[in-house]
């Protein structure tokens, strides 16, 4: 038995993927399973609830398990990172040992001990010496930037990338780094599970370009096809660097500070042993990992979570909102708790458009399809197919039917004139009180500084139109089983 944790996170949810598609027995180590609602592998996982910071959580978690992945980093939900770190590691090191675990697989961060390392850097290495401080062997696998949405750093650089035609960047854009595929990252992982020769180890992991962060910053640029002009300053101290992050980036000050620090040391592969201890690992090129995170976009694979969201709550209508950004997309997705069954619920999101409309503020949409008209779009002159059936590929107003799964999911793809590519999706949760969840999520990956404008601009009209929408579903679907329940 393999457990997981950090198993609501990027690399954590590729991982049991992969795990599970090797036909691996998965138990995964969560804070609060309500998380895990949604995830393909829900169902196929054995969930136990419990935090590395509560080391009597643990015991249980470790019952029977081998080796366990310790994919954990306390820095975006603590304050002293540093110190919630250390606890975490030595509570999970000390409860490993006690039920006999045998291995512990952890990821932690790429840096030259001779070198001054930042507190983020010094403390990714430091649990990993805390792991194995009571006796089980740890394999400790050190990787710079992960290509693919998997760390934050790659997330500034992209959204930077994405939104600003001119840069103004400091020195340490020069700084040498050895940026690794997410593929690769689980290549190693899943393959660490079977090779003993990795076993007590530290072990550096990179692609196989070493570049610097300029031109990550200039091959983002034109994998996207964005004209983009990098001017270095001196000036820029990593206090300013973080505010300017937090102003154009989903990525908060507090979070963007202690990777800016980071990002000043170079980060390249020193020891070779990788390629010895795995030799049919071949790590792909800085590109080849670009463009696999790209085709996910351009074949329309909605992402199904991100960092750092905002979120506040809409106790009027029971609603949960979040906003937040990730593959390269903005996300405002909301939440709300519907007193009726899923088929309802499913019955009124594949009634909306056509001669129905779109139940709340239709005139708006209305609006917004003459616009599109206007500047040679399609409107929503096409209406739908059926007045209530629909499927995969039919058109439905100026919206495209991408996938749907009966009872359970719907998205749209957006085929509007719009600075970007646009989705609305849908998404049922059934509870075993009998009411849903209804999650509504709009996407929008926004092509340059027009884009991005677009989305803020009509943001105030969104969120007025998407609130109202989800609000009218949650009332339509409970009158609708309330005459459904009245005898004839």
């Known amino acids: 038995m393999i457990l997981v944790t950090g198993a609501t996170g990027y690399v954590g949810g590729r991982l049991i993927n992969r795990l599970l598609s090797e036909n691996r027995n998965v138990r995964v180590l969560v804070r609060?399973?309500?998380?895990?609602?949604?995830?393909?592998?829900?169902?196929?996982?054995?969930?136990?609830?419990?935090?590395?910071?509560?080391?009597s959580s643990l015991q249980d978690a470790l019952v029977g398990i081998e080796t366990a992945y310790y994919l954990v980093h306390s820095m975006l939900g603590q304050e002293d990172f540093s110190s919630a770190d250390r606890t975490g590691a030595q509570n999970f090191g000390m409860a490993a040992h006690e039920q006999g675990v045998k291995r512990i697989i952890y990821l932690g961060g790429l840096g030259d001990h001779d070198t001054k390392l930042?507190?983020?850097?010094?403390?990714?290495q430091e649990t990993g010496a805390m792991l194995a401080e009571y006796g089980v062997p740890v394999t400790e696998f050190r990787?710079?930037?992960?290509?693919?949405?998997?760390?934050?750093?790659?997330?500034?650089?992209?959204?930077?990338?994405?939104?600003?035609?001119?840069?103004?960047?400091?020195?340490?854009?020069?700084?040498?780094?050895?940026?690794?595929?997410?593929?690769?990252?689980?290549?190693?992982?899943?393959?660490?599970?079977?090779?003993?020769?990795?076993?007590?180890?530290?072990?550096?992991?990179?692609?196989?370009?070493?570049?610097?962060y300029k031109s990550m910053m200039s091959g983002y640029a034109k994998a996207r096809g964005l004209k983009r002009f990098i001017i270095n300053v001196p000036v820029l101290t990593p206090r300013l660097s973080s505010y300017w992050i937090h102003f154009v980036t989903p990525v908060s000050s507090t979070i963007a500070r202690p990777l800016i620090d980071g990002l000043k040391t170079e980060v390249v592969v020193k020891d070779s042993s990788a390629r010895t201890i795995f030799p049919n690992i071949h790590p792909m090129d800085y590109k080849s990992a670009l463009d696999r995170t790209l085709e996910r976009l351009d074949a329309g694979i909605?992402?199904?979570?991100?960092?750092?969201?905002?979120?506040?709550?809409?106790?009027?209508?029971?609603?949960?909102?979040?906003?937040?950004?990730?593959?390269g997309m903005i996300i405002e997705k909301r939440t709300i708790l519907i007193d009726a069954e899923p088929t309802s619920v499913f019955s009124e999101i594949t009634s909306l458009g056509g001669n129905r409309g779109w139940?709340?503020?239709?005139?708006?949409?209305?609006?917004?399809?003459?616009?599109?008209?206007?500047?040679?779009?399609?409107?929503?002159?096409?209406?739908?197919?059926?007045?209530?059936?629909?499927?995969?590929?039919?058109?439905?107003?100026?919206?495209?039917?991408?996938?749907?799964?009966?009872?359970?999911?719907?998205?749209?793809?957006?085929?509007?004139?719009?600075?970007?590519?646009?989705?609305?999706?849908?998404?049922?949760?059934?509870?075993s009180s009998g009411q849903s969840l209804l999650s509504q999520t709009a996407f929008f990956a926004p092509r340059g500084l027009p884009g991005l404008l677009y989305w803020y601009l009509l943001y105030p009209i969104h969120?007025?139109?998407?609130?109202?929408?989800?609000?009218?579903?949650?009332?339509?679907?409970?009158?609708?089983?309330?005459?459904?329940?009245?005898?004839?």
């Open 32 to 55: 609060n399973p309500e998380r895990l609602n949604g995830r393909n592998w829900k169902d196929q996982v054995q969930i136990t609830t419990g935090d590395v910071l509560d080391q």
């Open 118 to 124: 930042s507190a983020h850097l010094q403390s990714r």
């Open 143 to 212: 990787a710079a930037i992960i290509v693919g949405s998997g760390s934050l750093s790659f997330e500034m650089i992209r959204h930077l990338t994405e939104r600003l035609p001119v840069m103004v960047t400091p020195r340490w854009v020069n700084n040498r780094i050895q940026p690794i595929g997410i593929k690769n990252v689980i290549d190693y992982l899943v393959a660490a599970l079977d090779n003993q020769s990795s076993k007590g180890k530290i072990i550096e992991i990179g692609g196989k370009d070493v570049l610097t």
């Open 302 to 327: 909605v992402p199904t979570s991100w960092t750092d969201a905002l979120s506040s709550s809409q106790p009027d209508i029971q609603d949960y909102v979040t906003l937040g950004s990730s593959e």
């Open 359 to 431: 139940l709340y503020g239709n005139w708006l949409w209305q609006i917004r399809g003459f616009i599109d008209r206007l500047i040679g779009g399609i409107g929503l002159r096409r209406g739908r197919r059926h007045e209530t059936a629909l499927r995969v590929g039919d058109s439905l107003d100026f919206w495209r039917v991408e996938d749907l799964q009966t009872n359970l999911s719907l998205r749209l793809k957006a085929e509007m004139k719009v600075p970007g590519k646009a989705w609305l999706q849908f998404h049922i949760n059934a509870l």
């Open 463 to 488: 969120k007025i139109i998407f609130r109202g929408l989800i609000g009218k579903l949650k009332a339509n679907s409970e009158l609708r089983l309330n005459t459904t329940d009245k005898p004839s």
